[in-house]
Structure formats: structure tokens, C-alpha cells
């Protein structure tokens, strides 16, 4: 039997978002427990997941305490390590799985005795290892966000590694439900709306009027009675926010516990609110949620994991913004309405589909057959190469598959064929513009297949560790270099490619199941007839 | 010929660097620098009575120069050439380096577009990159990000003749990279000296949280216990020259606490700040036990004059202002005064979300913080149409004034002004002065609440200043005004447009996170010393020996064993001793691990500021 050790040193949110792996990890055959290592404040919320054996708390504050100074870490910061990993070793873990991603988990991990690490981990010799796949990916995607589309839930499940299925909603005690009840014995009015106007990050933040006006439209068209959460940094906005509202607003920020939040969110119709810990905690409870994503927050990476989740984007060329931070006019901020915010909580509500917008990105999550966060709704411009390599990529780093050009153009083929039932004519157009983009966003220069900019040459999604972004590497430098050598015009590297596509198709076909194979077949007979259309822009 | 070099030349930068191609056209002035055909004919500039290379053959001296080098072309290693001059040691170095591994920092932009003007293209190769008329701090900033990006080293190759032109601006760039090295190792012990109290007390605090953000050890010697005493020192005696005497007792003896202090905290460095005690007798006793001596005057030098008394005497002294000041400085023997403003602390000073009661508190459509000079009541009598309120003392009979005047002229504390400057529709920011109604039309330096309020992405109105458009661009980031008939136009004006407040807040605020805070502050004071003083090094002050170490772990355990091997290495850090335990190849063995794990929660701790 095997006991695995998961280190979730995370905030409210991520944690949350870890929830799903540790309900897999408990679906695995012969597990006798599943540990769960979080930051000490987080260990109520810890507690609520119903398939964690022991949760072991983490008291960062008091290691940070003790080790201020030169002089005081062998006496008082070596115990409290020593008292950490005896209680992590025992009972000794047979594999860990570390969703935490900083250097000290993976030291963490590196250092407790295991048979296997899933996710970071470390060694003296090399330092950082990666082994498998979808860490890897992880890292990867630090650098190259603008073509990932799985949701870093996904991410930690595929890390994990356990067997997927619905997720576990959390068990809420009875103190806080009672708590709950009590909190909001006034509101006997439905509908009841939680927003959490709170985010991590300030430019992550919709400004406080926007709020304000969306929660007087919010109770003025629905009579909504609203309930705002957050932490006591949002209590000052929170309250602006409820002024207007009178006895139908009520003001929890800064005054709940993690299980009291939880049993409110519980009682709520309705979730709206940032990307942030209360978003992904009301996801996790399963309830209606519309999360609104600004600057760096994204919906591909973190939309709610949850059924029929919305998320709400600015429709702008900047975003997701690659400012880190430092952007001096958030444009996002005036974009989003809270003439959109309200009207599509409102449909949310009612458990309609909202309806899509031309002022900014709707989109709709749901779960595929492999229990995977998809996003329907609006498109926008780039989005086809997340699809493109959201096809690819599970298949891939799920198996041990070797990642060669064929693959690549079997998975292309079959995934966009199955999953989105694309034509032929928009499967060609799609392969062609994510390669194009991929390439334009890498700066990948088309004589040589590698980057231009000497500082990308030693990037890590480019180099030999990395090796995500390499079979389309391959596949396009094959084609660059096609011919003579001599220089040919994008155009036609773009048409040579496109070619070669459909020849590596044909060759893997004899590798294909009796099945797949006749409809291969057939799509090819009608790919003979399509006309091909150049792409629309000749970018590289 | 020189248009035609000029525009070859650009045209290289330009296909990868537009803006510093964009930079240099603008920044070329027919003229300058002054040029010299060397013995074998070649172009030599010559600044300020300096020639940039040999008169006589400047291709021969560059080879010459370069050889002492002694470079091996390393693959991981990027080379920052410190001065550019006409670039003859650049074709030299060129001839060991690859062009992609070079990076030119030239201060002097219009120095290089010279260089580019004089020298054909073949100089200046495809895959250079330029650093040109940037902050010495964000030079250095832009060099470790660039060998951040190609995880390379970095060494710097200072070019004689520019640096002996400009030895502020190379040496302290060389300093800054010296002094971030120690930091490896603890970095330096600093004894930071607070005044008794005044305007320069909570700086102390932000200079602390800076320099040990940055990886040293700083201290602060609090003498803020003295002030009660200090006050009770003028009651005593109503005879002015008794009371001088009484006060200059009692500065003598504060100042024999910091010969005391910064011998028991084995210091490598006493900092003061303005106002705190500072006497020549213990500034040469400190000198002679090896510490070095640096004063921060955040004051003006026409306000106070004690900087008479102990500038000449000490290492090194900062201030915020230069020109008449520097000259007045070296007339009595302070040689190299360092000038260096004031800036921010995005930790204390930034955007707050207020509660509805704060907002009424503190809110009003223009606000100021700050004492009751006589120009700022002057020029305050002229706004009382306005929604204005006033914070701060020293407004005692200030008339009709006194309507706006909150909480009858109480002191006001941090926490509370950052609430002000966040509520403020418009951040009236006059700077004082005794001597000017209204403007001071000769005022230059910036105080300190021009970059607090910006760093709290605040509004305000700023009087011009001299220094003020090298900080931050007027219109864009910050709004300024000559006379009170301009700034009564513009607070309407900014008062009905809160979007064009709001974007220019917002641009002010990034321009202070990226150049104005007291760590950049910090990096650059800790540059000029560690230029300067190429020797000095860090005595290690309180960091403990392996044998102290063994002696708290325990002589029989493990950790003892693991710590024998850092005998007679002197004072050792835990991320000294956890590099070299990662270094060794090999199985670790529990304890060592512990170390490491201890290690790596500890830089994260220094990263998140909380250590």
C-alpha cells in the first residue's frame, strides 16, 4: 500500500485549485493515505477536503522568526526543520507530489526520503529536476503563456498523475453552516449574490465604482441582496461598494475564518467576483460562479473549475498584460462595463447562457469526457493556437509517445477533427496561423529554426529540458529549408509547409486504428478537393 | 562623412534597438565634442580639457590596454565596456569577443552619437548593444537583467580615460556590482544613526529596510530616547549661550554612543542621517578603527549650516543638493560630496483602498501635509475658496488659515499621511522656504513628499524645481506650477478631469517603483562607497566562526561534523555555508540537507522582504 505525501504550500486560492489532484490521487489502487502539507492559516480550509488523511501544517512564520539573524539557525531554526521532516518521514512517503513550484518545495521534496517526486524536485548534482512531463510543461508555460490552453488545475491533476473523476465537494462543519445561517437570517429575499471584489494583485482589481455601480444594477434588476467577502484589506473598498445598498448589503470582508467564508459562499446563489482565492473557493462548493479576469489573470490558465463557470475578459490586444505588474493605464479596467458584469451575472443567475458580447470576452466553462476544464464562448485572435496545442499536448505528455513530426500531424489531424469538429478548410487555416504565431511569438527565425534574439537562444522552452516547443520546431525548419536553400518568400515557406503537412498525415495514416483510418480516408479524398487559401497574413 | 557614418551607424542600432537609435539622433550636438586629429590621423575627442584616447597613436594605447586585460573569451560571460569614447579599445576588444557578448555603457549620449558620427560602421557591428545616458542605477539594472535573461556572468571593463573623466558615474557602477557581491556573504554591517527627532526620523526607517533589503546588515542607533531630554535641556536656562553650550554637551555625548555602538556591532560602516550626532572627534576615531564614515545631509544647505562643522572629516557626504553647494563644500576641504535625493518607500508609501469614514476624514478636493512655512501660508491665503484642507504643526497664528487648519496643527503620523495622500483629490505639494513668498523661483532639489506622494500613485501639484524634470517628466507623470495664479487654473482644471489625474498618478507612481525608491537610493550610496574604496571589505561583524558555530550546535553532533570543514574560514553566513555543502558532488547527508532547506527558506523569506 502506498502512502503518498502531497506539499500544497500555496495561497487560498491555489490551494483550492490543488483540491481535484489530491480527490485523484485518492482514486489510485493501493493508496493507504494521502498527506497533504499547507501553510499553517490554511489548515481549516485543508480540513474540509474529504479525501486528505492528515493534513500537516506548515509554520512559515515562526521558521522565518527563527531564522532572522546569522547567529540563530543552529539553534533555533535547525530543530524546527529537524521536527518538520520527522513528521513528514513518518509515516515515510512512497511518492510526493509537490504542486508548490518554488525552489524550497522542490529542495523539500528533493530531500525527504521517497521512491518517487512528482513535480519539482531536487539533487545536488543538477539542482532543479523536472521529471515528469507536465512539470515540465509547467515551467514552460512561465514563459510562453500566450499558447497554453489548460487550466492550472488541470495542470496540478496531470501532475499528480492520479485517476481523474468528478471532484469532491467540500464538507462544510457545522459550527460554520450555523454560522451562516445565522449571518444571513436577514436576507430572506432571493436571489443572494457574494461578490469579492478582492484580488491579490492591485491591478488585478476592478476599480471600486465599477463594483459599485454593478451591485446597484445587480439589486435594482434582479433585487438581489448582496454579501461581500474578502479579506480586511477589502473592507474599506467593500464598504463604498454596500453603501449605496442599504440593509440589502452586508459586509463580511476581514471577518470571516475559512470555514465560515466557505459555508457563506455555500448559502450564495451566485458567485461574481476576481480571479482570487473566494472565485476558485466558490468553484470548489460547485456553485454558479463569474469570475472577471484583468491584467495578468487569465481565464485559460485560471478560469473557476467548475461546470457552466463564466469569465469575463477585456477585449484588448494588451491582454493577458505582459507588464508584470508595472502597466501605468490598465485599459482593461475602463473596457469591462458594469453594464456587461451585471448583465451576464444576470443570465448567470437564472442559469441561462450569456449571451456573447462585442465589449469584451465571454466565456463558458465545462468539463470534457476526460473530466478537463474547457472553455467555450467568445474566440479571440490567438486563440486557435491555444487549441492547437491544447489538442496535442494531453495526448503527448500523457504517454510515453515518442513527440516526432508525424505524431504531431496525426494529433493535429484527429484532435481538431474530434473535438471541434472543424472543416478542412479551417483545420488547414488553424495548423498554419498557430505555427505562424507560435513562431512570431518565440521570434524564431525561419533560416535556422531558432530564436533571433541572442537572449532567447538560451530559452528555457527552447533548449534540450524544455522540450515542448521543439516538434514544431522540427517541423518548420524541415520546411524552411525546403528546396535549394535559396531564400523563397513567406508565402511560400507557409504553402510548402502546409503541403508537407498533409504528406506526413498520409504517412502515418498506416499507423492509425481500422476506424480512424477509414475517416482519415475519407478526409483525405475531400482534402484533395478543397482549395487551399493562403493565410490571411503572411506574418514570419 | 559624419552624417553618412552617423546614419549607417543608426541604422545597425535600429535593427534591434529603435528607441536607443531614436535616443542618440536626438541626443547629437553639432559641435561636441570638441575633436583632435591624433599623430597618425585619426579622430580624438577631447571633454572638458580630457582627451578620450592617446593624441599620438590612439589604436596603439587601445591594443595596449586591451592586452593588460589578459581576456579569455569565456562563453558564459557578457562584457559591459564602461566608456565608449571613439571606440579604437572597442575595435580592439572586438578582436576577442563576440559582438552579441558586448555591452557599451557610455553616460555622455551625446559623446556616443559623436563616436558614431567619427567612426565607420565596421566599429560598431551587428549584435552591440548600447546603455547610453542612463541613471548609474538603472544602468545597472538594465546590465543585470540582460545577464539575467542569458544566465551569464557579467565583468566590467572600465575604460581609463572615461572613467577618469567621470569617475562618479563608472566607479559607482563598478561599486554597486562590488557591493551586491558581498552581499552573497552578509553583506556589510552598517550602524545607521537616527536623529532625536525632525523630518529626517522616518527616512531612517526606510534606509534600514532598504540597505537590509538589499542584503546588508544594518542598525539603527535609535536616539529618538534623548528627544524628551533634549527639550528638557532648553527649560533649564533662559540664556542662549548656556543653552547652546548645555545642547552641544549633550550632542557630544550622543555622539560618543556611536564610537560605542559601532564598536560592539563590529560595523563596517556608520551612516548618519541628517540631524542625528555627528562630531569630528568620533568621525576620526571611527576612521582610525577602519569603519568608514558616511552622512546623509537630506537638508537644505541654506537652512542649516552644521554640515560646515563635519563634512570635511568624513568619507563620504551625500546630499540632495549640487552646483553652489558642491563649490561651498570643496572650499572647506569636503572634496567629492555625492549628490543623491530622497525617495520612497512603496512599502509604507502606496495606493490604499479607504473606508467611506476615512475618505471623510481625510479626503477633501486639494490637501497638504507639511509645516507652516512662511511662503506655504502666503500662498495657502490664496485657496480658501477651495475644498482644502491643512495637516501638520508649526501653523501656530496662521489666520484665517486656521479654518482649514485639522486637528489644531497635531503632528501628523506615517500611516496617517499616506492615508491623506490617497484620499486627496489633489496633493498640494509648496516646498518651503523662509526667505520666498509663495514659489521659490531658485528652489532645486525635490523633498521628500514629492516621491511619496507619487509612490503612492497620488495626485499632486508640485512647485517647479531645478531638479524636477530629471525625476519625473512634467504633464505625464507629475503636474507642476510657477505662481499661484497657475496652480488655481490647473487644480480646476484637474479637479474636473479625474481620468487625467488617475493616468498621470498612475505614470508617476511606475516611474518612482522603477527609479526613485530608497532601495535604488541605497544601491547607488552603496556604489559610490564601494567604488571609492575598491579595498573595502566587509569585517564580517557579527556573522559567527565555525568555531562558535560548533560550540552552539554541540561538539559531538552531526552538525558540529558538518561544521568542521568551515573551520578557520572566519565569520561565515548560512548562504555562504549551504553554497558550498550544494557545491560538493556527492550524497548528502541529513543535516547538510537541512541546511540547504533552511537556506532556501530564508532567500525566500529576503526576496518576500520579510527577513
Given amino acids: 500500500m502506498k502512502e503518498i505525501l502531497v506539499i500544497a504550500l500555496a495561497r487560498l486560492g491555489d490551494l483550492v485549485q490543488c483540491f481535484p489532484a489530491i480527490s485523484d490521487l485518492g482514486r489510485l489502487p493501493e493508496v493507504n493515505g494521502v498527506d497533504v502539507l499547507v501553510q499553517k492559516d490554511l489548515l481549516p480550509l485543508a480540513k474540509l477536503h474529504p479525501g486528505i488523511r492528515r493534513v500537516i501544517p506548515f509554520a512559515g512564520d515562526d521558521l522565518l522568526s527563527a531564522i532572522q539573524h546569522d547567529t540563530d539557525w543552529i539553534e533555533q531554526g535547525m530543530p524546527l526543520v529537524d521536527e518538520l521532516l520527522s513528521t513528514l518521514e513518518n509515516p515515510r512517503p512512497d511518492v510526493i507530489v509537490n504542486l508548490t513550484h518554488t525552489a524550497f518545495s522542490g529542495k523539500l521534496s528533493g530531500i525527504l526520503p521517497s521512491r518517487e517526486v512528482r513535480g519539482r524536485s531536487f539533487q545536488p548534482e543538477t539542482e532543479t529536476i ?363 515557406r507557409i504553402l510548402a509547409a502546409q503541403d508537407r503537412l498533409l504528406q506526413r498525415i498520409s504517412i502515418v495514416e498506416e499507423v492509425l486504428t481500422s476506424d480512424l483510418k477509414s475517416r482519415i480516408a475519407q478526409a483525405m479524398d475531400q482534402f484533395e478537393k478543397v482549395t487551399v487559401e493562403p493565410p490571411l497574413t503572411p506574418v514570419l | 562623412m559624419d552624417d553618412h557614418y552617423f546614419e549607417q551607424n543608426l541604422q545597425i542600432i535600429a535593427e534591434t534597438d529603435p528607441a536607443t537609435a531614436d535616443k542618440l539622433r536626438s541626443a547629437r550636438k553639432p559641435g561636441y565634442p570638441e575633436i583632435r586629429l591624433s599623430k597618425d590621423r585619426l579622430p580624438v575627442p577631447v571633454v572638458g580639457k580630457k582627451s578620450l584616447h592617446s593624441t599620438y597613436h590612439p589604436r596603439a594605447e587601445a591594443a595596449k590596454w586591451v592586452a593588460s586585460l589578459k581576456l579569455r573569451a569565456k562563453d558564459h560571460t557578457l562584457y559591459a565596456l564602461c566608456g565608449l569614447g571613439f571606440g579604437y579599445h572597442l575595435s580592439e576588444l572586438l578582436k576577442i569577443i563576440p559582438p552579441d557578448r558586448l555591452i557599451i555603457v557610455e553616460e555622455d549620449t551625446a559623446l556616443a552619437a559623436a563616436a558614431l558620427a567619427n567612426r565607420p560602421p565596421e566599429v560598431f557591428p551587428r549584435g552591440l548593444r548600447f546603455i547610453t545616458g542612463e541613471k548609474v542605477v538603472t544602468a545597472h539594472q538594465m546590465l543585470r537583467k540582460t545577464a539575467s535573461a542569458r544566465k551569464s556572468e557579467i565583468r566590467l571593463l572600465l575604460h581609463p580615460a572615461s572613467t577618469h573623466r567621470r569617475p562618479d558615474y563608472y566607479l559607482t557602477l563598478e561599486g554597486i556590482f562590488r557591493s551586491e557581491e558581498t552581499t552573497r556573504h552578509g553583506g556589510y554591517k552598517i550602524l545607521l544613526v537616527s536623529p532625536l527627532y525632525g523630518g529626517s526620523l522616518p527616512l531612517t526607517g526606510y534606509v534600514q529596510r532598504a540597505l537590509n533589503a538589499l542584503g546588508h546588515r544594518c542598525v539603527v542607533l535609535d536616539n529618538t530616547p534623548f528627544f524628551p531630554g533634549f527639550q528638557h535641556l532648553k527649560t533649564l536656562t533662559s540664556n542662549r549661550g548656556h543653552e547652546a553650550r548645555l545642547e552641544g554637551g549633550l550632542n557630544a555625548l550622543l555622539a560618543e554612543t556611536v564610537t560605542a555602538k559601532a564598536l560592539d556591532e563590529r560595523a563596517d560602516m556608520v551612516l548618519w542621517m541628517a540631524q542625528s550626532p555627528a562630531i569630528p572627534e568620533v568621525i576620526r576615531e571611527l576612521q582610525n578603527g577602519g569603519i568608514q564614515t558616511a552622512f546623509w545631509f537630506v537638508e537644505d544647505y541654506l537652512t542649516l549650516n552644521y554640515w560646515q562643522a563635519i563634512a570635511p572629516h568624513l568619507d563620504h557626504f551625500f546630499t540632495i543638493q549640487r552646483g553652489e553647494f558642491t563649490d561651498k563644500l570643496n572650499e572647506i576641504g569636503c572634496e567629492n560630496p555625492y549628490y543623491l535625493p530622497v525617495g520612497a518607500d512603496p512599502e509604507i508609501h502606496r495606493p490604499l483602498e479607504l473606508t467611506s469614514q476615512e475618505r471623510k476624514i481625510y479626503g477633501s478636493d486639494l490637501s497638504h501635509v507639511g509645516a507652516g512655512y512662511h511662503n506655504r501660508r502666503e500662498f495657502f491665503n490664496g485657496l480658501l475658496d477651495f475644498d482644502f484642507k491643512i495637516w501638520g504643526n508649526e501653523w501656530d497664528n496662521c489666520g484665517p488659515l486656521l479654518r482649514v487648519l485639522q486637528r489644531r496643527g497635531e503632528r501628523i503620523s506615517t500611516e496617517e499621511t499616506v492615508k491623506i495622500f490617497n484620499a486627496a483629490k489633489i496633493n498640494v505639494n509648496l516646498h518651503s522656504s523662509t526667505y520666498h513668498s509663495g514659489v521659490n523661483p531658485f528652489g532645486d532639489y525635490l523633498n521628500p513628499r514629492t516621491f511619496e506622494i507619487a509612490s503612492c500613485g497620488a495626485f499632486q501639484l ?61 544601491l547607488e550610496l552603496m556604489g559610490v562607497i564601494c567604488g571609492r574604496r575598491p579595498d573595502w571589505k566587509p569585517k564580517g561583524g557579527d556573522l559567527p566562526t565555525a568555531e562558535e558555530l560548533i560550540r552552539q550546535a554541540g561538539e559531538d553532533s552531526e552538525l558540529a561534523q558538518v561544521m568542521r570543514r568551515f573551520v578557520g574560514r572566519g565569520p561565515l553566513t548560512l548562504d555562504g555555508i549551504a553554497g558550498e555543502i550544494e557545491r560538493e558532488k556527492g550524497e548528502l547527508t541529513r543535516t547538510e540537507a537541512m541546511i540547504l532547506l533552511l537556506n532556501e527558506f530564508r532567500q525566500w523569506g529576503i526576496e518576500k522582504g520579510v527577513v
Avoid at chain 1, 291 to 319: H, K, N, Q
Avoid at chain 1, 403 to 417: A, E, I, M
Avoid at chain 1, 432 to 448: G, N
Fill in chain 2, 462 to 522: 508640485v512647485d517647479e524645481r531645478a531638479y524636477l524634470t530629471e525625476n519625473f517628466t512634467p504633464d505625464e507623470e507629475i503636474v507642476t506650477f510657477a505662481s499661484r495664479e497657475e496652480f488655481r487654473d490647473k487644480a480646476k482644471f484637474y479637479l474636473e478631469h479625474e481620468d487625467k489625474r488617475r493616468k498621470i498618478a498612475a505614470a508617476g507612481r511606475a516611474r518612482t517603483l522603477r527609479e526613485h525608491t530608497y532601495q535604488h537610493r541605497m
Fill in chain 1, 130 to 492: 523536472l521529471a515528469d512531463r507536465w512539470s515540465r510543461y509547467f515551467f514552460t508555460l512561465l514563459e510562453s503563456r500566450s499558447c497554453n490552453a489548460f487550466n492550472l488545475t488541470d495542470i496540478h491533476r496531470d501532475i499528480a498523475g492520479g485517476i481523474r473523476g468528478l471532484c469532491e465537494k467540500p464538507h462544510l462543519p457545522q459550527r460554520a453552516l450555523k454560522y451562516a445561517a445565522e449571518k444571513l437570517r436577514t436576507f430572506r429575499r432571493r436571489p443572494l449574490i457574494a461578490l469579492g471584489i478582492g484580488a491579490h494583485h492591485v491591478l488585478r482589481r476592478w476599480p471600486v465604482e465599477e463594483w459599485r455601480r454593478t451591485a446597484v444594477e445587480l439589486q435594482r434588476s434582479c433585487r438581489a441582496d448582496i454579501v461581500l467577502v474578502g479579506d480586511a484589506s477589502d473592507r474599506g473598498a467593500a464598504e463604498a461598494v454596500a453603501e449605496p445598498l442599504g440593509k440589502h448589503a452586508l459586509n463580511l470582508c476581514g471577518l470571516t475564518d475559512v470555514e465560515q467564508l466557505s459555508a457563506i459562499l455555500d448559502r450564495c446563489d451566485l458567485f461574481l467576483g476576481h480571479d482570487s482565492g473566494p472565485l476558485h473557493l466558490a468553484a470548489t462548493l460547485q456553485k454558479p460562479c463569474v469570475g472577471l479576469y484583468f491584467a495578468m489573470a487569465s481565464a485559460w490558465e485560471t478560469a473557476p473549475y467548475v461546470s457552466r463557470g463564466i469569465t469575463i475578459e477585456p477585449d484588448l490586444p494588451c491582454y493577458p498584460c505582459s507588464e508584470e505588474g508595472r502597466c501605468p493605464d490598465p485599459k482593461c479596467h475602463r473596457v469591462v462595463t458594469p453594464e456587461a458584469v451585471a448583465a451576464t451575472a444576470k443570465l448567470a443567475l437564472r442559469g441561462e447562457i450569456p449571451e456573447l458580447r462585442s465589449d469584451c470576452i465571454i466565456r463558458i466553462t465545462d468539463f470534457d469526457p476526460e473530466y478537463r476544464l474547457v472553455l467555450d464562448g467568445s474566440r479571440k485572435e490567438g486563440d486557435e493556437k491555444r487549441l492547437f496545442w491544447g489538442g496535442i499536448l494531453p495526448a503527448v505528455l500523457n504517454t510515453d509517445a515518442t513527440f516526432d513530426k508525424d505524431n504531431l500531424s496525426l494529433y493535429v489531424y484527429g484532435h481538431f477533427q474530434r473535438h471541434w469538429e472543424w472543416d478542412l478548410q479551417q483545420l488547414k487555416h488553424s495548423v498554419l496561423t498557430s505555427v505562424q504565431r507560435t513562431l512570431t511569438d518565440l521570434q524564431i527565425s525561419p533560416k535556422t529554426g531558432m530564436p533571433e534574439d541572442p537572449l532567447l537562444q538560451n530559452h528555457p522552452s527552447l533548449t534540450a529540458e524544455y522540450p515542448i516547443f521543439r516538434p514544431l520546431l522540427d517541423l518548420y525548419k524541415v520546411d524552411c529549408l525546403a528546396g535549394d536553400g535559396k531564400a523563397v518568400t513567406a508565402l511560400e
